[in-house]
Structure formats: structure tokens, C-alpha cells
């Protein structure tokens, strides 16, 4: 969770101390929206993320998104659920803006433009937060936590064409971004923690005032981001039932049940 030390200040309320709960998330984002909230200063502002946001929530109350072997969907389990309710809780309760501000204003936008005293997301937010206009101030805790500890990881692969016609460059390419020296420079600007074991202690000193070790400690927690054969199918799902679910257009169960049941046809077809 990124925040920002002098808003939290100025409403009054005690910084992050590394084992907040949803409570303590909740109550901290009404209060400094109740303090700050006439200057246009939200206490946070997540908005549709899944990656950054849901499917953290969903794994902290003991939901899921997709079965392990990847052929039912778990948005209709009791955990997410719940994590979908205290989502919408946090928009309807005015302690996030709502999802039509975050549609046309970027969450991450928003954070960086010192107008929201938190938000839950990546180490790829390093890269953009070392240029904030409010970098002085921005810092980093563990994720707030529901029943169950849990966030969320993947990886990234690099590829060439079967077919291409220049496959030697290409493997000489690819030999090099897998590399101790290709990581390094990854690491060094801050785009992300890299997979090249021993590499890890140059992104974490890149921007030292972000504390970025803990992108490192809090890997031992993390999920595997929910995939199948055709992610995309139900990605496009989510993107249509998650505003509308958040909103408040759909009741959360019944939202929830729909989105559950077009993935599972979705999924099925995949078989």
C-alpha cells in the first residue's frame, strides 16, 4: 500500500504500522476524507484494479477467482463475496470516490497528484511515483489484511516467433533481457523487483525512500495471478460486471453470481 506521510498528518490520523486490517484501512480513509475532503482529498481511491485491489480482497476473506484447475469460477464463493462488499462499502461510504471519477481519473493519477492519502498497488508503481510531485511525502506499508494473509504475483515472459526470420538475433536478444546485466538495469529504474536470482538488492537501493524491500518480503505471501487458456474471455467479463457491481447498478451477490456464471461458460468453453 502506497501513502502519502503528509496528508495523514495534516487530517491527524496515526500512519500505517505495518498490520492494518480492512477496519483499520476503512477507518483511516473516513477520517482523512471527513478532515480533507473539502480541498477535493479522498483517504483512498481504488477503484476496479484486480491485480492491485479485488483479487487481493477476495484471497484475504478466503475467496477465490478461478478453481486451481482452472474450469470454475469463484465469484460466487462466500470470500469474494465479502470482498466485494467491503469494496463497495468504502465508495458508498465516501471514503474512495466513486467509480465514475475513477473512470475518466486514474487511480494512480490521483495518488500522484497528492489527492488521495493511500492506494493498493504494484513495485511497477516505483517507476512512476520516483517523478511524483509529491514524492517527498509518498511511502509504502503491507497491504491492510482480512482473514487470510495474500497478494497477488506473476511473471513476466519474453518470447520469439517459431518463424521469424532472424531467430539467431532474436535468441541473442532474449539471452540478454534473461541476464544478470538486463535485470539490473530493470532494478535500477525502478520497474519492477527482477526474477534474476542476486538482482533484488539493486531495486530495492534504485529508490531507498520507498522502502521497495518490502515488494521483496511480502513475495512469500503472494497468489498467483488467476489465469486459464483464454484469460481474456472473462478479463473482458470482469471489466463489465466490476463497475457495475462497485457502483451499486448491481447488488453485490447477485452481480457476483452473473459474472460467476458467464465465466463458467466461458471456461467450459475451453475444454
Known amino acids: ?50 491485480q492491485a485491489y479485488l483479487y ?7 475467496g477465490e477467482i478461478i478453481s486451481e484447475d482452472g474450469t470454475t469460477s ?30 475518466d481519473n486514474k487511480p494512480s493519477d490521483v495518488f500522484n497528484g ?3 492519502a493511500m492506494l493498493w498497488s504494484g513495485n511497477w508503481s516505483a517507476a512512476v511515483f520516483k517523478d511524483s510531485p509529491v514524492k517527498e511525502s509518498i511511502r509504502t506499508a503491507p497491504l491492510p489484511q482480512g482473514s487470510e494473509t495474500a497478494n497477488v504475483i506473476h511473471g513476466i515472459g519474453n518470447a520469439m516467433a517459431a518463424e521469424g526470420k532472424n531467430k539467431a538475433a532474436a535468441a541473442a536478444f532474449l539471452a540478454f533481457v534473461s541476464g544478470e546485466a538486463a535485470n539490473i538495469i530493470q532494478a535500477e529504474e525502478g520497474a519492477a523487483n527482477p526474477a534474476y536470482e542476486g538482482t533484488a538488492t539493486a531495486y530495492v537501493e534504485a529508490l531507498p525512500e520507498f522502502d521497495l524491500q518490502k515488494f521483496i518480503d511480502n513475495a512469500a505471501d503472494a497468489r498467483p495471478y488467476p489465469v486459464s487458456k483464454n484469460t481474456g474471455a472473462w ?37
Open 74 to 103: 469463484g465469484y460466487d464463493s462466500p470470500g469474494t463475496i465479502e470482498a466485494f462488499t467491503f469494496a463497495r462499502s468504502l465508495v458508498e461510504e465516501e471514503a474512495h470516490p466513486s467509480i465514475a471519477y475513477l473512470t
Open 56 to 62: 487481493p480482497l477476495s484471497f484475504q476473506a478466503g
Open 1 to 50: 500500500m502506497w501513502w502519502n506521510e503528509e496528508l495523514f498528518e495534516r487530517a491527524g490520523v496515526a500512519a500505517p504500522d505495518g498490520n492494518w486490517t480492512w477496519d483499520d484501512y476503512a477507518q483511516a480513509a473516513r477520517e482523512i476524507t471527513a478532515a480533507l475532503g473539502s480541498e477535493g482529498i479522498w483517504g483512498g481511491c481504488n477503484s476496479i484494479e484486480n
Open 235 to 271: 478479463l473482458s467479463l470482469e471489466s463489465d460486471y466490476f463497475p457495475r457491481i462497485l457502483n451499486g447498478e448491481l447488488e453485490v451477490e447477485a452481480g457476483l453470481g452473473e459474472l460467476a456464471e458467464k465465466m463458467n461458460q466461458a471456461l467450459a468453453d475451453e475444454q
Open 114 to 116: 497528492g489527492k488521495s
